[in-house]
């Protein structure tokens, strides 16, 4: 038995107190804090397990071991035998990283055993394991004989790796190390055995100092992500481990690299430390994978990504056969989410979801139907099961599941429906946690029972039958099979759903009120000045000679003015040519430009079009140059509707949408385009407000 000293103690507590202990008092008890004895109760739980004992609680709170006697006396028997550590396989392994990481080149195996207390047969295990992990991340390690293990990467995949590995096993400790330190409470020796605690102290304060100062939000993992990657740069920057081939990665003038400059700036100052440039590079593309923008914000930069996200929403729709076409929420939030998520994926940093197995249990054909459109929409990404967990729950949001509706029915067909049937049936729900129930039929039963309540039909042998569709599977069930019966489910999904999914749709929406009128006549409201306003205003200037597209968005913004549409134009400019800093406005593979920002001195929404003669070079969304004919321009006030969100992010999805679409608004034919605008916000009435 594995077991440390500290869930050693609780055990036997709750053993001799039972139902008397609280979390609470055995933190207390055994001064730690009540977010370490919930830690420890996880892994207490596991080994209550393997017992055929369970950890409950009564209606006080009081924690309590249920089970038969015999195996509680067998749990205390074993807990006398063993010999707690101090140390987890995860810290032990941790330290082994560290050593790889920071104290090599090469290490000869029985020197690290011996440094980590260990024997060389552990020491391989552990090598194992790690050597999987570092895979992730193109790290490679190696074990030759008379040289050692050794680790061959490049700085950044190092820092990756280490980061990760802290987050994904030791993120609680380092929140919990956050608050104590912020309480005025002194480490001795160093949090999980490497960050200085004065370092993450400061790095705390000034990230957090400089966050508030931009009015950005992060999620709590994605605060704590990046207060522990720079700690980790000013320790492995002081340990002179240097990054190379970091020029071209981030932009030096976006938003990211300019906070990560301020902040390293001050920490420079105050911690006597050398942050680089190419450091702080990698620092800005970490940020850029983390950063959660506001909830509100528009996202008419966002064109290709809104395009693929539309195409997953009527794609999962589709299979689920409930209608979330409209729901400009659901939209949104995945916007948000999965911009940083792509470029988290696309740099190759390891993303942790604690939930994972408890969402793919919970939502298991809403999970197959996300995954099987992100690999329709997206080829060249893959995303983790952790990735789409996450997905899937801004789904499951919007379809107000407490609990999945769909319970998916198999029946496995065997020659005489006993013996290993049974077997097969149990494995199948164990392997595949999305099947709800599995009957079993004998060839003879088979023929005269009714499938239409079966979603699934599963044999281990060739069925005399050709009008049924079914899965061939060997009766032990291997991963080859388990496979074979992932993809068909994912693959079928919209026919397994189709009929259920109706019934509950009907379901749900018999059940509307009658008291959202009053709303659906604000939003009425809305739509109509919005469109109003961009369709009275819009216009196709007609630009001959123009020495620059900053010339024509002066002309522009200038000309708006006069109408009535915005004050202090170069206010208003200054915000455009801003948002042109952070990244390129020119719409890849088109001749066309968007040029957008939300602005308080503007009054109303304006869409509007400049068709140049000669075109002018500007940055595309890409980041490579490009030509530019036709600029397009989106104003909008500040304070926004979530209808007038939903309308400018309608055109702004439209401009790519097709072939069509793509030559009409980089036409300079003013009536065309606006034909264009009409039949969108025609549909658009149709479609969220008339059917509502």
Not at 17 to 25: C, D, M, P, Q
Not at 51 to 75: C, Q, S, T, V, Y
Not at 579 to 593: A, H, S, V, W, Y
Request: charged residues 25%; negative net charge.
């Amino acid at each position: 038995m594995f077991i440390t000293s500290r869930e050693k103690a609780i055990i036997e507590l709750i053993v001799k107190t039972s139902g008397k202990h609280t979390v609470h008092s055995l933190s207390a008890y055994l001064n730690v804090s009540g977010r370490t004895i919930q830690r420890n109760l996880k892994s207490i739980e596991g080994i209550l397990k393997q017992h055929h004992l369970e950890l409950k609680r009564n209606p006080n709170e009081g924690l309590f071991i249920d089970g038969k006697n015999e195996h509680i006396f067998r749990l205390i028997q074993q807990l006398a035998e063993a010999n707690a550590t101090d140390e987890t396989p995860e810290e032990r392994k941790l330290h082994l990283l560290i050593a790889l990481l920071h104290e090599g080149p090469s290490f000869k195996k029985q020197v690290l055993a011996n440094e980590l207390g260990i024997s060389v047969t552990t020491l391989t295990a552990y090598l194992d394991e790690l050597a999987e992990w570092l895979s992730k991340f193109q790290i490679t390690l190696t074990r030759k004989r008379g040289v050692g293990v050794e680790l061959e990467a490049d700085e950044a995949s190092k820092r990756h790796a280490f980061a990760s590995f802290v987050l994904v096993y030791f993120y609680e400790d380092i929140i919990e190390s956050l608050y104590l330190l912020q309480k005025g409470h002194t480490y001795e020796q160093p949090i999980i055995g490497y960050f200085k605690p004065e370092y993450m102290l400061s790095v705390h304060h000034a990230v957090e100092r400089h966050l508030a100062k931009e009015q950005l939000n992060l999620a709590d993992n994605d605060y704590i992500g990046l207060v522990v990657y720079v700690c980790l740069t000013i320790q492995r920057s002081k340990g002179h481990f240097v990054l190379t081939g970091m020029e071209d990665i981030e932009n030096r003038n976006s938003s990211e690299f300019r906070l990560m400059k301020a902040i390293s700036k001050e920490l420079n100052e105050g911690l006597a430390v050398m942050i680089t440039d190419r450091d702080i590079q990698f620092l800005s593309v970490v940020l850029k994978g983390s950063k959660i923008q506001g909830p509100d914000a528009v996202y008419s930069d966002s064109i290709f990504l809104g395009h693929l996200i539309k195409n997953i929403v009527k794609d999962v729709s589709d299979n689920l056969n409930v209608d979330l076409t409209d729901d400009f929420s659901l939209f949104q939030g995945l916007l948000a989410h999965m911009g940083p998520s792509i470029f988290r994926l696309q740099q190759q940093m390891e993303l942790f979801n604690p939930l994972t197995e408890e969402i793919k249990e919970k939502y298991p054909v809403l999970f197959l139907a996300v995954k099987k459109s992100l690999e329709k929409e997206f080829h060249e990404i893959k995303f983790p099961d952790a990735e789409i967990a996450y997905i899937v729950l801004h789904f499951g949001s919007a379809l107000l599941m407490n609990e999945e509706k769909v319970k998916i029915k198999a029946v496995v067909v065997c020659p005489t429906g006993i013996g290993t049937s049974k077997m097969l049936a149990s494995r199948i729900q164990k392997e595949l946690k999305m099947i709800h129930s599995v009957d079993i039929l004998s060839i003879a039963d088979f023929q005269t029972a009714s499938l239409t309540g079966y979603d699934l039909v599963i044999s281990t042998v060739r069925l005399p039958f050709t009008e049924v569709d079914y899965l061939l599977v060997n009766p032990l069930l291997s991963e080859k099979d388990i496979g074979i019966i992932r993809d068909y489910l994912q693959n079928n999904i919209e026919k397994i759903t189709r009929s259920k999914y109706l019934k509950l749709a009907k379901q749900e929406s018999s059940g509307k009120g009658s008291g959202e009128v009053r709303v659906l006549l604000s939003e009425i409201k809305d739509v109509h000045k919005s469109m109003e306003s961009i369709l009275d205003h819009f216009r196709v200037y007609k630009k001959g000679n123009a020495e620059s597209h900053v010339q024509i968005l002066e002309e522009m913004v200038s000309q708006a003015e006069t109408d009535g549409l915005l004050t202090n134009p170069p206010a208003v400019l200054k915000k455009l040519l801003e948002r042109e800093q952070k990244g390129g406005l020119g719409i890849p593979n088109t001749p066309m430009g968007l040029y957008h920002c939300r602005e308080v001195h503007v009054e109303k929404l304006v869409f509007q079009a400049a068709h140049l003669d000669h075109p002018v070079i500007i940055k595309g969304m890409n980041g490579k140059d490009q030509e530019m004919k036709s600029l397009l321009l989106m104003m909008a006030p500040e304070e926004l509707s979530k209808r007038e969100q939903e309308i400018l992010s309608l055109i702004s999805t439209s401009l790519i949408e097709n072939n069509l679409s793509m030559m009409i608004f980089s036409s300079s034919n003013e009536a065309m385009i606006l034909k264009k605008l009409e039949e969108l916000f025609l549909d658009y009435l149709q479609n969220n407000l008339i059917k509502d």
